[in-house]
């Protein structure tokens, strides 16, 4: 393989995004392994991921090598390995995740006031940035 090929691991289907997705639907961690193009079919379900700084732009940009076509794109907190959260990347979810879902949890006396600070100023900032800044991501999508 080439160094110009995607890079990636297939896993077992063990994550809880694969459950909004079909049997079959192919998982693909982009921060390991390369993966071969013929190892996806046509018309199935593929699940990209990542992990790393930028994995948004990664992730698109790996899906168009791979000629997946984008369904829906989530936001994954606090990591891959253990996922919390799984929010629709979309400004509805977004928002209502930092309006009515996140919060400063009970019992943290030295750190809840700069901890309600941050939360205020994520709930300020415009939606887009926490698909931009989240520390994992994943992507769904199938090849045409």
């Known amino acids: ?30 921060r390991s392994t390369p993966v071969d193009e013929q190892q996806l079919s046509a018309d199935h379900p593929v699940v990209l991921m990542d992990q790393r700084p930028l994995c948004r732009r990664r992730l698109r940009q790996v899906a168009r090598e791979l000629g997946v076509v984008l369904e829906r794109e989530f ?17 509805e979810a977004i928002r209502y995740f930092w309006t009515a879902v996140a919060t400063v949890p009970p019992g943290l006396a030295f750190t809840a006031l700069p901890a309600s600070a941050l939360l205020g100023v994520a709930r300020r900032t415009p939606w887009r940035w926490t ?10 999508g199938r090849r045409p």
């Open 1 to 30: 393989m080439s160094s110009a090929e995607p890079v990636g691991r297939l896993r077992r289907p063990t994550s809880p995004w694969l459950q909004l997705c079909p049997p079959g639907t192919v998982e693909i961690d982009i």
């Open 75 to 91: 936001v994954v907190l606090p990591t891959l390995d253990r996922p919390m959260v799984v929010i629709d990347d979309v400004e």
């Open 131 to 140: 698909g931009a800044f989240a520390p994992a991501r994943v992507v769904i």
